[in-house]
C-alpha cells in the first residue's frame, strides 16, 4: 500500500522530470563550455546478436558496418567532450552488447587510456559473448567489472524472454570462465517476468550463490508501455502485485549468503564497483545513440537514431535532441531517491552539493520515510533501513519505467 502510494508519486514526477525541450540551443546547454570536474561517462553500444522482446534499451540488431562506422561516431562525440574540458575516469560500457565487435571496444578503451586517466571500467555483456578468449583480452585491458546478462538459470524462462541462445546449463559454465578474472563479476538477473515462480527464481538464487560470484544484480521486470502489451498478448499480466514476494526472497537469500546490499537491486560481497554511477556520481555524461546524461542540473538526451546521431556529429555538433533544466525541487527529488537507491545519504555530501542543510530542504519527506520506518539516522548519514528497501524498490521501478517511456517514444519516432 506504502510502497504502491510512493511508486505513483514517483511515476508521476518521473513524467514530469521527462517532459524536455525540443529545441536544442547551445547556449542553453549550460556548463558544458567548461568542464574540469570528476563525473561519470556511460558510452552505449547499441547492437545485439538478437532483440530480446521485453528490452527497452535502444538497441539495434548487429551488422558489422553499422556498428564498426558507430565507433568511428562515437570517437567524434568524445572528441567534442575532450575539447570541452570534460575530464573523465570512470567508465561504464553498456547496451545494447558492447562486446558484440571486440576490436572495436578494444580500440576504444585504448583510445580512452590516450586521453585520460582511466581508473575504473565496467563493461555489460551476454552469456554468448563470454569466451576464455573475450575475457582474457577484457582483462589485459584494464577492464575493472564485467556485468553478465544472466536473466534466468531456467530454460522455460529463457525461452520466454527470447533468449534461447544460451541454455541455463551453457550459461552457468560461461559465468565459470570469467570467475576470479576481474576485481568485480557481475551477473543481472530479472525477476517477476509474467511465465516465471517464485520457485524457480528461489533455484535461481540457490545457483547464483553456489557459484561463489561476489555480485548480482536483480531488476524487476520493467517494460515500457508498448513492450508490456507485448509480453501480456504472449504470456500473463505483468503483475506488479507479485512483485514483493521475489524481492524479499532476494534480500533474505542473499543476506544469508554474505552479501550485503550495494543498492536496492544490487547486492555484492565485500567493496564492489557498481553499474550504477546515479549513485556514486552526482553528474554523468552518457555519449551514444540513445544515451543521456545529467550535468550542472539540466538533463539531456542524444539521438535515438543511428542515422540522426551520425549527422549530428558529421557536423561537429553534440547529438543532444532533447533538454531541460531541473528545479530545485526535482534535483532535490532525484537526490533523494537516487541516493536512497544506494542505501545511504551522506548529509556532509548533501551539505556541500546544495548549500543546505538536508533536514531543512528535504523535511516533510525525511519525517514521512522517518514515521514508516523507511530510514533511519546515522553518523554523518542517512540510511535505508531493510524496510524502507522494497518501497524504494517500487519508487526507482517507476522512475525507470518513465524513462523507458521516453525511450520508446523516441524509438518510434526516430527522434
Ligand atoms: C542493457 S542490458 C545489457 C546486458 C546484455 N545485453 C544482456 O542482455 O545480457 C542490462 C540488463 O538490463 C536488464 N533489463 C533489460 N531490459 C529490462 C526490462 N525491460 N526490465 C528489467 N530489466 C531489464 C537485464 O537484466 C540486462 O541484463
Ligand atoms: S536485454 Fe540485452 S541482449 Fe537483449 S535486447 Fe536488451 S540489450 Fe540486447
Redesign the pocket.
Known amino acids: 500500500m506504502l510502497s504502491n502510494l510512493l511508486g505513483l508519486v514517483t511515476r508521476y514526477k518521473g513524467r514530469k522530470f521527462l517532459k524536455l525541450n525540443e529545441e536544442i540551443d547551445e547556449s542553453k546547454v549550460v556548463g558544458f563550455g567548461s568542464g574540469g570536474e570528476e563525473i561519470a561517462l556511460y558510452i552505449h553500444i547499441p547492437f ?1 546478436r ?3 522482446p ?2 527497452c ?1 535502444n ?1 539495434y540488431l548487429f551488422n558489422e558496418n553499422k556498428a564498426r562506422k558507430y565507433f568511428n561516431n562515437l570517437k567524434r562525440e568524445l572528441d567534442l567532450y575532450i575539447r570541452r574540458g570534460f575530464k573523465f575516469s570512470t567508465f561504464y560500457f553498456g ?3 558492447p562486446t558484440v565487435l571486440m576490436d572495436e571496444l578494444l580500440a576504444f578503451i585504448d583510445y580512452l587510456k590516450k586521453n585520460f586517466e582511466v581508473r575504473q571500467i565496467s563493461v555489460e555483456t ?1 552469456a554468448r559473448e563470454v569466451t576464455e578468449e573475450n575475457v582474457k583480452l577484457l582483462k589485459d585491458a584494464g577492464v575493472n567489472r564485467l556485468s553478465i ?1 544472466v536473466q534466468s538459470f531456467h530454460d522455460s524462462i529463457l525461452k520466454a524472454m527470447g ?1 534461447s541462445f544460451c541454455g541455463g546449463e551453457e550459461i552457468k559454465e560461461k559465468v565459470l570462465v570469467a570467475k576470479g578474472k576481474f576485481d568485480t563479476l557481475n551477473l543481472d538477473f530479472i525477476f517477476n517476468f509474467p511465465s516465471q515462480t517464485v520457485e524457480q527464481f528461489e533455484v535461481d538464487l540457490e545457483i547464483f550463490t553456489s557459484l561463489g560470484v561476489e555480485q548480482a544484480t536483480f531488476y524487476p521486470l520493467m517494460p515500457s508501455p508498448h513492450k508490456r502489451n507485448a509480453l501480456e498478448r504472449r504470456f500473463n499480466k505483468v503483475d506488479t502485485s507479485r512483485e514483493e514476494r521475489f524481492y524479499q526472497v532476494i534480500v533474505k537469500e542473499l543476506a544469508t549468503n554474505g552479501y550485503n546490499p550495494s543498492t536496492v537491486w544490487c547486492f555484492s560481497r565485500g567493496e564492489r564497483m557498481i553499474d550504477e554511477y546515479v549513485v556514486d556520481f552526482d553528474d554523468y555524461i552518457g555519449i551514444g545513440c540513445g544515451s543521456v546524461s545529467l550535468f550542472r542540473g539540466n538533463f539531456y538526451a542524444n539521438s535515438f537514431s543511428l542515422d540522426r546521431y551520425e549527422e549530428f556529429l558529421a557536423q561537429g555538433k553534440l547529438p543532444i535532441i532533447r533538454w531541460r533544466g531541473l528545479s530545485e525541487h526535482e534535483l532535490l527529488y532525484y537526490y533523494l531517491l537516487s541516493k536512497l537507491f544506494g542505501m545511504r545519504i551522506d548529509t556532509g555530501k548533501f551539505h556541500h552539493k546544495f548549500n543546505a542543510d538536508i533536514y531543512k530542504k528535504l523535511r516533510k519527506e525525511l519525517l514521512f520515510l522517518k514515521f514508516f520506518g523507511l530510514i533511519q539516522e546515522e553518523d554523518g548519514g542517512i540510511a535505508l533501513t531493510q524496510k524502507g528497501m522494497y518501497p524504494v524498490n517500487v519508487m526507482t521501478r517507476e522512475f525507470f519505467s518513465s524513462l523507458n517511456g521516453l525511450r520508446e517514444y523516441c524509438i518510434e519516432n526516430q527522434i
Request: aromatic share 14%; proline share 0%.
Open positions: 545485439c538478437s532483440l530480446c521485453y528490452c534499451f538497441r547496451g545494447g552488447t551476454t546478462g533468449r
